[in-house]
């Protein structure tokens, strides 16, 4: 049984940093498209970022462009988001989700990943 546990969220000032880390166990997907979605308070979930565990180029959303950094461990067990310049806006609860696939989409629509293993989130809280 496939599952992620993130962690990493917190309590930040407007500009500050964090960096959520989500370790998978129970794979043995050799190819895997990995994804933060990140949920405010009231709203629908939302992709943030996601990258391929081939390698290649990683997808982000535009509101996080240039100001988040998704990365992996070289085992492909553990996603990492490193988020800069934090913006108020940017809080809300951040999921991580695997979807065992040959590549990942161009845009992280929630569509797309729904059907992958979803861990149980990390609150972000972004204060101005």
């Known amino acids: 049984q496939v599952q992620l546990v993130e962690s990493g969220g917190g309590s930040v000032q407007a500009g500050g940093s964090l960096r959520l880390t989500c370790v998978v166990s129970?794979?043995?997907?050799?190819?895997?498209?990995m994804a933060w979605f990140r949920q405010p308070p009231g709203k629908e979930r939302e992709g943030v970022a996601a990258?391929?565990?081939?390698?290649?180029?990683?997808s982000y959303v535009d509101s996080v462009r240039g100001r988040f950094t998704i990365s992996q461990d070289n085992a492909k067990t553990t996603v990492y988001l490193q988020m800069n310049s934090l913006k108020p806006e940017d809080t809300a609860m951040y999921y991580c989700v695997l979807v065992q696939r040959g590549y990942c989409p161009v845009y992280v629509t929630h569509q797309w990943f729904e059907r992958g293993s979803w861990g149980q989130g990390t609150q972000v809280t972004v204060s101005s």
């Open positions: 990258i391929f565990s081939g390698g290649g180029s990683a």
């Open positions: 129970g794979t043995t997907y050799s190819t895997k498209c």
